[in-house]
């Protein structure tokens, strides 16, 4: 059973940074398209980031877009969300997941993952 493991989470203050790193030890990450989705409370699970395994081609949503940053260590076969000015409505459990490549449409795929992480908390608050 393939189990991705997500690291770096914690509580932050508005305008602070976390980097999230995702890995799958005993697994090869570098054969799939890689990244990340989050859960608020009472919320859907929203796709944030991902980077593909072909190109290295990264895809954002809007609510993220210059202030993240994926990307993905060959050598660790990890892949890393780097968060920076991080506001209040980024708190969500993030949780990392590999698939194909779907290209734009991955982080509108969620049900076409093929493994997923536990999730990790990340929480913005003063």
């Known amino acids: 059973q393939v189990q991705l493991v997500e690291s770096g989470g914690g509580l932050v203050q508005p305008g602070g940074s976390l980097r999230l790193s995702c890995a799958a030890p005993?697994?090869?990450?570098?054969?799939?398209?890689v990244g990340w989705w989050r859960q608020a409370p009472g919320k859907g699970r929203e796709g944030v980031s991902c980077i593909t395994t072909s190109t290295g081609k990264t895809y954002y949503s809007d609510s993220v877009k210059g202030r993240f940053t994926i990307s993905r260590d060959s050598a660790k076969d990890t892949v890393y969300l780097q968060m920076v000015n991080l506001k209040p409505e980024d708190t969500a459990t993030y949780y990392c997941a590999a698939g194909p490549d779907y290209g734009n449409r991955w982080l509108q795929t969620r049900y076409g993952m093929d493994y997923w992480g536990k999730g990790s908390q990340v929480t913005v608050s003063a």
């Open positions: 005993g697994f090869t990450l570098a054969h799939y398209t």
